[in-house]
């Protein structure tokens, strides 16, 4: 688990295509490694990824098939800048949000525009992750814990002050850039939740529908 509170950036020394998948090498920069041991989580642009081969100055990990195709990661160079953070312990403070590093899908920059000192952005999600999206509730965007300003659709609206501008990627960010998307965790479980018994049932994708609604009691006429 992370809170989305980037600790560094870094950049990426080596990727290393295998059968499929990837080894990919970061040079972690100003965050710290003494603690970290072989097998530890740490979050790349909000990826999940397992350490290995760790050294004084970075990491490796391998990429499955499955996240290049469900992520940005595929699409990073040699020298890129990512996003960086060590998993969430007890001690840790819970400064952003509850983030399982697991990326529902891929976003995309619509707009950038200066407000003040901050920096507003429209991003669009994939139509299937627009339900999870709220008003004033949290996403993970490239690792980045933010709060949702307002949504029109597919499209919803961030605010990123100085702060996080500077110490994070999203400061290079223009329109038609790519970042990864995790919705908040709760409203995801909470959908599963609501299918009850139907959850077992095989075919079932997992997606509330008006008949799953109706037949629970939402939204049936009132006699």
């Keep these: 688990m992370f809170t989305g509170i980037i600790q560094a950036t870094g950049t990426v020394a080596a990727l290393e295509p295998r059968g499929g998948d990837l080894r990919i090498t970061i040079n972690t920069g100003k965050l710290p490694l003494a603690e970290v041991t072989t097998g530890d989580s ?3 642009s909000g990826v999940c990824l397992t350490a290995t081969d760790i050294t004084d100055t970075g990491f490796s990990a391998d990429v499955s098939g499955e996240t290049l195709a469900c992520t940005v990661t595929g699409d990073l160079a040699v020298n890129a800048a990512v996003n960086l953070e060590k998993a969430l312990t007890l001690s840790t403070p819970l400064g952003g949000h509850l983030v399982s590093g697991h990326v529902d899908g891929i976003g995309a920059v619509v707009s950038r ?5 901050s920096v507003r952005f429209a991003i669009e999600a994939p139509a299937e992750l627009a339900r ?3 008003t004033k509730g949290s996403i993970c965007v490239d690792g980045v814990s933010l709060t949702v300003n307002q949504v029109d659709g597919a499209v919803f609206g961030l605010n990123i002050v100085p702060h996080t501008l500077v110490e994070t990627t999203l400061g290079d960010c223009r329109p038609g850039c ?3 998307l995790e919705v908040d965790l709760v409203a995801r479980y909470l959908e599963r ?4 018994d139907k959850a077992a049932q095989p075919g079932t994708s997992g997606r509330l529908t ?3 609604l109706e037949a629970s009691g939402f939204g049936g ?3």
């Design 42 to 44: 740490i979050a790349v």
């Design 113 to 117: 525009a200066a407000d003040s000192r």
């Design 132 to 134: 999870y999206i709220a």
């Design 178 to 180: 790519k970042v990864n």
């Design 193 to 196: 939740l609501l299918l009850g």
């Design 210 to 212: 008006r008949e799953i």
């Design 221 to 223: 006429k009132s006699e």
